[in-house]
Structures are given as C-alpha cells and as structure tokens.
C-alpha cells in the first residue's frame, strides 16, 4: 500500500539549531516526493519536490530509495520556520496520464523558540 | 489574488441537509483536486479533474458525495444528507498541466461543521 509517514507530530527547537523532519514512505514504483508547508492562517505551500533538487529557505530534502526517506533539512531554524510541514507522494506510475491525486503524511508541527 | 479560490470559508450545518462547496482554480489551470482534511490528520485525496473529466474518485467519496466541473473552470462539491462524519477542512487545489506531477496550488479551504 502506499504511504508516507511522519513520525513526529510535534518538534521543537531553538533558533540557531539544525533541524530534521523525518518522512518515510511506502511505494513500489519510483516515487515522486513532496514536502509542503502551511504557516499560522495561511494555505498549504510547495515547500520542495525531490525532482527539482533545490533549496528553499534554506531547507533541503534527499531521496534515499534505500530507506525509503525523504527528510527535511535546515542548519539553522529561523522563528519563522515555525509551521506545519507535511510530506506528500506522488505515485508517477507514467507521465501524462498517470492517478492525480497526492498521498499526505500526517504532518510534523515545527515549533522554533527564540 | 489569482490563487484559488473556495467559498464558502465556513459552513454550519445540520445533520441531514445538503452543502454545497465552490472552487475556482487559477486561470487555464487544467487540473482541480478535491481533499479532504480532518484534525491531525493530512489531506486525503477525494477527487480530480482535467478540463471537466473526473478521472478519479476516493474510496472515501461515498454515493452522498458528487463532484462537478461542467465548463472545466470552477468545480462544485455535494455532500447530501451530511453526517457529523463530514466535518472536516474541504481543500481544493489545481495544477496547470496534464502531467500530475506539476505543483498543485492549493485554496484556502472550506470548513464545515456538522451539528
């Protein structure tokens, strides 16, 4: 079956200290991953995709096929990193017209103290 | 603002009567996705559409659920006979190409309270 899971529903840390959301997923395929971001009283937001290998707001992800991981990375958590972050997969069994729909985990809320 | 739009942002109702939810995408955005979402959990896919084909539909959207999008622009979302089960956070999002991996921008959302 596939999923993806988030093992930590909360975390928190001081600002200046890196920071890790895990992600775990279970897919037969070769995935496409996600991690969406959704600050206090705003919508949900592509944060990354693993495809683009990019670095947005300082955070970086890494596909690790043999762990089947997609952790979410910063060096150094900023106050307003503070949100909750959900990784997404996106079972690409064939470009143009594969399913649409995306398979959420259930979310790590990411407290950053000053 | 020319992110998606839902309306309407809150909807109180009771059990038994019908809800009906409104999504406009982003402009000449192919794809529209329906998700639901309730407390501590992540969106869970309900639906999809390119242009005005539904192409998939969730194990979740029982026979009180129906979804439309008749001129591929806005859709609209029918819960009939709604039970306290259906409270939840109602998400729409589009995504402007065919290829489902492209980025889906999501709306506010709508939230409904079953009494």
């Known amino acids: 079956a596939q999923r993806v899971t988030q093992p930590e529903k909360l975390l928190s840390v001081f600002k200046g200290a890196p920071v890790e959301l895990k992600c775990n997923y279970s897919?037969?395929?070769?995935?496409?991953l996600f991690w969406y971001v959704q600050y206090s009283r705003q919508r949900l937001q592509l944060l990354l995709r693993?495809?683009s290998r990019e670095s947005i707001k300082g955070f970086t992800a890494d596909l690790n096929k043999g762990e089947t991981s997609f952790h979410l990375k910063k060096p150094f958590a900023q106050e307003e990193d503070s949100a909750m972050y959900y990784c997404?997969?996106?079972?690409?069994?064939?470009?143009?017209?594969?399913?649409?729909?995306?398979?959420f985990g259930k979310g790590t809320k990411l407290s950053v103290k000053p | 603002d020319t992110g998606v739009s839902q309306d309407p942002r809150h909807k109180i109702t009771k059990r038994g009567q019908n809800v009906t939810f409104r999504c406009d995408p982003i402009?000449?955005?192919?794809?529209l996705y329906w998700y639901r979402q309730t407390l501590g959990q992540g969106p869970e896919f309900l639906t999809y559409?390119?242009?005005?084909?539904?192409?998939?539909k969730s194990r979740l959207l029982s026979d009180r659920f129906s979804a439309e999008r008749p001129k591929g622009s806005f859709s609209t979302l029918e819960i009939q006979r709604t039970e306290q089960g259906d409270s939840a956070m109602y998400l729409c999002?589009?995504?402007?190409?065919?290829?489902?991996?492209?980025?889906?921008?999501f709306g506010p959302g709508t939230r409904l309270t079953v009494l």
């Open positions: 999002a589009s995504s402007p190409a065919p290829q489902g991996t492209d980025t889906q921008y």
């Open positions: 897919y037969s395929g070769s995935p496409e």
């Open positions: 693993h495809i």
């Open positions: 997404a997969l996106f079972p690409a069994m064939n470009y143009g017209g594969s399913q649409g729909n995306l398979i």
């Open positions: 402009s000449e955005h192919n794809r």
């Open positions: 559409f390119q242009n005005e084909a539904q192409l998939e």
